[in-house]
T-cell receptor, first 114, second 112 residues
């Protein structure tokens, strides 16, 4: 186990609703990244937070937003849900070091949008 | 356009054989490349990281090579076991955006 936890494990929403997913990072890790993984695909980078600031963003619309708290836990918020938002949402924590960055993933939240 | 391609969706091999998985990329210049293992319904688990100035890395039965000229990484599992059955993902560092780009993965099945 990586020490990264996510809640909830599963969630069902309807189109147009809003959702908040939560992530607790591994102890001592100050960076959290969020990924969306569709069935049969690799994870796609949504954004990264470092010390409570957004530190990079992938090709996702503004209705995907996030927060990082002083204890380095994080939230992913998605507004105006669409059917295509159905996926496994993964968070990964890390401690950036020169020369490489290993990411420790949580188990994910499975979101189904009907 | 930028692409990361893993050689096949699925690979079936016999127990005891060596599994070789391929990760090819185009229009990227990653500082390092990582391999992860993912079991169904779970998050990816880090296996190995190899930097652009390294040719080969080993960890127990795992070996990774990285050829920046060919833009290719090979991932080998020697003396494979049924417990090695999983999906294996390669991921490239895209330092300018602070993100990792993942391939779609190769689902490995090791048959007893």
């Amino acid at each position: 186990e990586t020490g990264v936890t996510q809640s909830p494990t599963h969630l069902i929403k309807t189109r147009g609703q809003q959702v908040t997913l939560r992530c607790s990072s591994q102890s001592g890790h100050n960076t959290v990244s969020w990924y969306q993984q569709a069935l049969g695909q690799g994870p796609q980078f949504i954004f990264q937070y470092y010390r409570e600031e957004e530190n990079g963003r992938g090709n996702f619309p503004p209705r995907f937003s996030g927060l990082q708290f002083p204890n380095y836990s994080s939230e992913l918020n998605v507004n105006a849900l669409e059917l295509d938002d159905s996926a496994l949402y993964l968070c990964a924590s890390s401690l950036p070091l020169a020369g490489g960055e290993t990411q420790y993933f949580g188990p994910g939240t499975r979101l189904l949008v009907l | 356009s930028q692409k990361i391609e893993q050689n096949s969706e699925a690979l079936n091999i016999q127990e005891g054989k060596t599994a070789t998985l391929t990760c090819n990329y185009t229009n990227y210049s990653p500082a390092y490349l990582q391999w992860y293992r993912q079991d169904p319904g779970r998050g990816p688990v880090f296996l190995l990281l190899i930097r652009e100035n390294e040719k080969e890395k080993r960890k127990e039965r795992l070996k990774v090579t990285f050829d920046t000229t060919l833009k290719q990484s090979l991932f080998h599992i020697t003396a494979s076991q049924p417990a090695d059955s999983a999906t294996y993902l390669c991921a490239l560092d895209i330092s300018s955006d602070n993100d990792m780009r993942f391939g779609a993965g190769t689902r490995l099945t090791v048959k007893p």
